[in-house]
T-cell receptor
Framework: GAVVSQHPSWVICKSGTSVKIECRSL??????MFWYRQFPKQSLMLMAT?????????EQGVEKDKFLINHASLTLSTLTVTSAHPEDSSFYIC??????????FGPGTRLLVL | AQSVTQLGSHVSVSEGALVLLRCNYS??????LFWYVQYPNQGLQLLLK??????LVKGINGFEAEFKKSETSFHLTKPSAHMSDAAEYFC???????FGTGTSLTVIP
């Protein structure tokens, strides 16, 4: 149990376009979902925290207008990278939490912006 | 600010040798602490977590970690390394999971 999926797993897009990444908790309802970004050979950086039905809370330095997060239901959160540029190329990982102690991580989405 | 520090970005051990990956946390209160493993191009898999129930925490794949408040440490160990243990390991802190910088483990046959 406690499976989190991400779609797509890989995406290549042109500079200036927008990309949507979905994060789904497949067999449980998540009160909170988190979005992380990971650069090559580096750690995960928390981008934002989202609760179903409310606005996401963004970490300092993360542009909320560029990284749009929608948490439409207890099983789905989406991250949209708007007007993507090459510097947005990264590995994006989501997680879903059922409480304060436990997060279940998705397999990640690799974004390459040309 | 709350944080975790992982000493050693790269650790190499021989197959069958002891694995020791270091993590120190900074906080005045007992935290939630976690160890995760990440294989190439994959998400994170939870190895174990400390939530103040017991100081010695046993996880999956033979890993364990001991919470030492006096040393503010939560080091990860495994008695005998296996080739399949080669991966990136992250120590994480708190309920929003602030991650350490990671330690890449190489297992030498």
């Amino acid at each position: 149990g406690a499976v989190v999926s991400q779609h797509p797993s890989w995406v290549i897009c042109k500079s200036g376009t927008s990309v949507k990444i979905e994060c789904r908790s497949l067999d449980f309802q998540a009160t909170t979902m988190f979005w992380y970004r990971q650069f090559p050979k580096q750690s995960l950086m928390l981008m934002a925290t989202s609760n179903e039905g409310s606005k996401a809370t963004y970490e300092q330095g993360v542009e909320k207008d560029k990284f749009l997060i929608n948490h439409a239901s207890l099983t789905l959160s989406t991250l949209t990278v708007t007007s993507a540029h090459p510097e947005d190329s990264s590995f994006y990982i989501c997680s879903a939490a059922t409480g304060v102690e436990t997060q279940y991580f998705g397999p990640g989405t690799r974004l390459l912006v040309l | 600010a709350q944080s975790v520090t992982q000493l050693g970005s790269h650790v190499s051990v021989s197959e069958g040798a002891l694995v020791l990956l270091r993590c120190n946390y900074s906080s005045s209160v007992p935290p939630y602490l976690f160890w995760y493993v990440q294989y190439p191009n994959q998400g994170l898999q939870l190895l174990l977590k400390y939530t103040s129930a017991a100081t010695l925490v046993k996880g999956i794949n033979g890993f364990e970690a001991e919470f030492k408040k006096s040393e503010t440490s939560f080091h990860l160990t495994k008695p005998s390394a296996h080739m399949s243990d080669a991966a990136e390991y992250f120590c994480a802190y708190g309920n929003q999971f602030y991650f350490g910088t990671g330690t890449s483990l190489t297992v030498i046959p």
